[in-house]
């Protein structure tokens, strides 16, 4: 048995300051892989939980979003799960929900992204083995799939997209893919508003317009693809952006709008924005409750669907993997990067996240 021990950045309660614990780190036992992290992502789903809107049992240990580097292979595992052999020093890419495989939506539906007590590992015990990721280590349990990163794809660049590339897969596979030529609004310019442009990109879209702020964020949307951005600061009506959309899209509106937003507000100016027979991808509201005053007889007369999408598969995860290796070179993926900080320092992280001056932030306990 090796004596080590790591540290932790716990939620303890919502809207206090994440407490940084250290605790035992066990050898992996059967099935497991234990990981020394060097990138845990900083989603805007922290933010959520931080701030208590998204409820959660603590504490907890944040993250959900990791690369790490393989330190110890349990008993049994010589494979990540997709049969890519895996050896101690490799790196990994994994989210730390597990699906349970044993619900309706696991075992009926046949799709894990719904399963029930999905979420029933990653918020476990604090004090104990974790799959979160503002962590020195992560213990990967038995079921929980992860991926080999290919050794010619920046970690960087794996990370810089987060959960919301494998999200995005996952809305695109359900939205029914998007044609060559077909225009596309995109509302937002966070993580999931840049996955969702660079995915529209690499599908064909065009025109492809991205509507957010601030300007540092859609920058990286243009050269992620974005054919046209409006900056919600600069164009605060939203009747003068969805005039502008029209006057981009030939007067028609857009045949595919992806909501990536988050806000409220987006649903009804989405609706304005999409073409005769559109399609509506809702990806962004989530963790964002309450209700908001549309006309419905649009989604009849207009002929539109509506789509709604949330978190994603495994395979998603292994696509994202594959959408980065084969992209990375032609986009500043990496470059998306912009802030890094020590597990001590994740609250500041998240407070970075909240005022919107990352492009992404990560937790990096190696530097
Ligand atoms: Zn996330
Ligand atoms: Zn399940």
């Known amino acids: 048995m090796t004596q080590r021990t790591g540290k932790r950045a716990v939620l303890v309660a919502a809207n206090q300051p994440l407490e940084i614990w250290e605790r035992p780190v066990a050898d992996p036992g059967p099935g497991e892989v234990l990981a020394r992290l060097t990138h845990g992502g900083v989603c805007g789903t922290d933010v959520h939980f931080w701030r208590g809107e998204v409820p959660l049992p603590g504490p907890v240990v944040l993250g959900h979003e990791g690369v790490a580097v393989i330190e110890m292979l349990g008993a049994g595992v010589s494979t990540d799960y997709a049969g890519t052999p895996v050896a101690v020093g490799d790196r990994v890419y994994w989210q730390p929900v597990a699906p349970c495989q044993r619900c309706y939506a696991c075992t009926v539906l046949g799709d894990v992204s719904m399963c029930e007590n999905a979420f029933a590992g990653v918020f476990g015990n604090a004090d104990g083995p974790t799959t979160a990721s503002y962590c020195d280590y992560a213990t990967l349990r038995a079921g929980l799939p992860f991926y080999r990163v290919p050794d010619d794809t920046p970690s960087d660049a794996v990370i810089a997209l987060g959960c919301a590339l494998p999200t995005m897969l996952q809305g695109l596979e ?57 900056n919600v ?18 007067g028609h509106g857009a045949d595919v709008v992806i909501e990536a937003a988050g806000v409220l507000p987006a649903f009804a100016e989405g609706l304005q924005l999409i073409a005769r027979g559109g399609r509506y991808l809702i990806v962004g509201l989530w963790s964002a409750p309450g ?36 992209h990375h070179r032609r986009f500043p993926l990496a470059a998306a990067v912009t802030h ?28």
């Open 340 to 367: 890094r900080y020590r597990i001590e320092d994740s609250q500041q992280a998240l407070e970075a996240v909240a005022r919107l001056e990352t492009v992404k932030a990560v937790i990096a306990p190696a530097t």
């Open 233 to 250: 600061e600069d164009l605060p009506d939203p009747a003068a952006r969805a005039a502008r959309v029209r006057q981009i899209t030939g």
């Open 291 to 326: 209700t908001v005053a549309v006309e419905p007889r649009m989604i009849n007369n207009l002929n539109l669907r509506i789509i709604g999408t949330a978190l994603s598969q495994p395979r998603h995860l292994y696509q994202a993997l594959q959408v980065v290796q084969a």
């Open 174 to 230: 359900r939205l029914g893919g998007i044609r060559p030529g077909m225009s596309v609004v995109v509302q937002g310019c966070g993580p999931v508003g840049l996955a969702a442009t660079l995915l529209a990109h690499l599908s064909g879209a065009a025109p492809l317009v991205v509507i957010g702020a601030p300007a540092r964020r859609l920058a990286v949307a243009q050269q992620f693809g974005a054919t046209h951005t409006l």
